[in-house]
């Protein structure tokens, strides 16, 4: 193509340089002479050659080369760069405020001392070092003495634990011993001012029991999967006197989901036989035994969870009983995790026992009544929700008819102790109306606060007031870390007045003369306690815990003052 192209150029040359010569010969000569060619000179036939490429003398440079970048100027913009010169610049840790290191460990030794003859000890040992066992145990001690004539208390704990996890379910329990003694330290006064508790006689509380749990393992790859639960609670409590009760409780629970839907069932049966009743027919023995099955289905929605079934309750023993209560819930999300409204109704039969009854009343006298208590109606409604990790409250309206309410009193005979008596039968019920309410706040990493608001307000059947029932309850606690060392905490218990049963006494005659009985005022009180702990090494540290602060011996029970302020300190070692 080359070679063609410059052919054609001296052609077009030569055939201008003719045209050019004809043009000025023309006008020299005016004649026409004819054109005449001489020769041509052929010296070979076209044809057209490709150049070799290895005469290609400029080759592509494939070197990676960075291109000049001018520096741009835009003038009163801030030029805000990114330095990558060496990659990432060292991170810088964000320095937090002041907070309790946690305990690597938690295995203790704890040992205080205080007035009143205060002496605390306190341990827990734990082996957890294996990702699927634990287990230990604990001891605790203490005891007081008041400055009341045998106003004593004392209280041991003793137990071990463990904890096994399978692949399918997991395995812990609990055997324990408990020990509780103190004294009938009340001191009711005749008219002329004679003790009628000279004696002061002592009692003592042993409670060995045993709690044992098997549990499903949550399966996430597989949400629909079968979920079960069985447990065993079993205990023997006896006191000083006559009095015992034996317990074994076998519990079930079974579930399973499909799809938006939960079917299921709680089961147990609590088998229960008590000595030292009043049930003289039987030489002062007992059975009092109940069994329930609680048949449900749930329905989870996008912002509600729907609940229906409903309580089979058989009560059998020395007497039976068969009764049917209803079940049903909704928890309504009207902003999620914020506002929640809920509400139900169901019943429900709670077992008298005289393990429960001793733990709220330790002064309890011999041969009692048991009655179970029937919940014929619970009608609940509220609201609840958190803000984050940070706030979190929720409030509850309740009414309930209740069939025999227990209430203690003192005894006619013996004031110094208490009896059960009961309220409402099937005829003629214990209204009740209350509200609960709970708040836990966050403030920072530092503070901590919480309270609980109880209103209890009760219509009787026959009986003038709830005894030893304050219609209103507050409690409440804080704590506070002001440092890595040192952290503070503060409980407060406020109780409106409550009533009791008293009675005259005329001890001039023989036998006592006992007057009618008259209601007694137990006033309100506000107990507050607090404690501090400082930590001085890595595993040492130095507690100090105050009670009653404000010093009011305030009586929870008639003829039964509470300790005056007490102060225990001492030290607590990790390890």
Known sequence: MKVLKTAFKNCAIVALLLGMGHQAWSQEDTVQQPVTI???NIVRDYKPILADAVKIRQSPDMTNKRSYMPKMNYGNIVDKKLDINTGLKELRVQELPFTRKEDITSNYVKLGIGNFGTILGEAYIAVEDYEDIRFGGFVKHLNQKGSLEQQKFSRQEVGVFGRRVLPYFTVDGTLGYNRYATRFYGIPLSDDGQTLNPAKEPQRFNDIYFTGELTSNFDPQNEEAFSYSAKLDAYTFKDKFTSKENSLALSAYVNKRVRTFNVGANVAVDVNALQGTSNTANDGKLNNSVANINPYISFKGANYTLTFGANLVSEFGDSSRFNIFPSAEIDFSLVPEYIHLFGGVNGGVKKASYRAFSQLNPYLGPDQEYRNAVERLNFFGGIKGNAGATFGYKAKVIYKSIEGMPLFINSKETPFQFDLIYDGNADDRVKYVGIEGEVNVRLS????????????GYTMAAKEEAWFTPALR???NARFNISEKLYIDAEALFHDV????AYTYDTSVDPISISTDQKATLPSFFDLSGGAEYK??????VFIRVNNIFNKEYQRYLYYPKLGFNLIGGLNFSF
């Open 474 to 476: 507050l409690a409440a």
């Open 498 to 501: 409550s009533y009791g049963k």
């Open 536 to 541: 001085a090494l890595s595993n040492l540290g």
């Open 445 to 456: 990493e530092l503070v901590n606060l919480g309270g609980r608001l109880n209103l209890d």
């Open 38 to 40: 001489d020769s041509f």
